[in-house]
């Protein structure tokens, strides 16, 4: 009788379950890129990007990267795009308008200059200028907005130390099947008014995806020792305070350095992930 009830539980559940009790699903694309899935809803962020011969970040291979903009399963049924900022290992102007043109449901959610660039640089851009959204935003300012079925935040902060590779760099506060989600790219943590002044530390983030160099690890002239940043640790800590912090941007070269300061990393931030592989995916 009680294996008959079990059964009639596992054939029931997922008739009524919600999206917040089927998890979160992350799937890592690249360098900075991911597909977050809660339920029906996904979101692809920072992952349309080409291979540069200047810069040594990882982008997704040809492939994967005509997967997404054709919309291909696990990429069918996206409803956000989200760019962070107009740097080519966030953002390649071709796929990400390729992708709007092949997935008409969808809708970008970006910065003025990464709408700007789409234009200057794609002409098919007015067949999907009506799905872009890209407020015009002061720094530490955010708005909030419902696209698509999704309520997020969308804030400006200063990319880096603001000196070198200036631009404007949107984070995306989400919430996702019962989840709080925070995407802040091409942040190091030299203005940490931002995230005090947006009160990231008291709106119970649950994941939070964060640049690893400088704010949690500095390099000196060489990539081959990586040093923990304490002041950097301390602000995840102390104004984002995610439950799950998870690590990105470290570019190729850095990687090795990273791996061996990875143990002390975890003991200073538990429960920090770092996703290394293109396409490895974590449920949380």
């Not at 596992?10 to 597909?35: Q, R």
């Not at 802040?184 to 119970?204: C, D, Q, V």
């Not at 949690?216 to 305070?241: E, H, K, P, Y």
Request: charged share 25%; net charge neutral.
């Amino acid at each position: 009788m009680k294996l008959l009830c079990g059964a009639l539980v596992l054939l029931l559940l997922p008739t009524w379950m919600s999206a917040a009790d089927a998890g979160l699903a992350v799937t890592h694309i690249d360098h900075a890129g991911f597909l977050i899935t809660a339920g029906d809803t996904k979101v692809l962020v920072d992952a349309l990007t080409y291979g540069s011969p200047r810069w040594s970040y990882k982008a997704p291979s040809k492939e994967l990267r005509e997967k997404m903009e054709k919309g291909e399963p696990p990429f069918d049924g996206i409803q956000l795009l989200l760019v962070s900022h107009a740097h080519g290992d966030h953002f390649g102007p071709p796929p990400v308008v390729s992708f709007l043109l092949k997935n008409p449901k969808a809708t970008l959610v970006t910065t003025p200059e990464v709408r700007a660039l789409a234009k200057k640089w794609v002409g098919n851009f007015p067949k999907v200028a009506d799905r872009v959204v890209a407020p015009e935003l002061e720094w530490k300012q955010s708005v909030s907005r419902e696209i698509n079925g999704v309520r997020l935040e969308i804030a400006r902060l200063k990319h880096g130390n603001d000196k070198e590779w200036p631009a404007i760099v949107y984070s995306f506060l989400l919430d996702l099947g019962g989840k709080k989600v925070l995407y802040a790219a091409g942040t190091e943590g030299s203005f940490p008014e931002e995230y005090r002044e947006l009160g990231w530390a008291k709106r119970g983030i649950d994941l939070a995806f964060l640049g690893g160099t400088d704010l949690m690890v500095q390099f000196g002239d060489s990539n081959s020792s990586a040093q923990l940043s304490a002041g950097g640790i301390r602000t995840v800590r102390d104004l984002i305070a995610p439950k799950i912090p998870v690590m990105m941007h470290i570019t190729p070269e850095r990687t090795a350095a990273v791996e061996k300061a990875w143990p002390e990393l975890q003991k200073q931030l538990p429960g920090l992930v770092w996703f290394r592989q293109e396409m490895e995916s974590r449920t949380f």
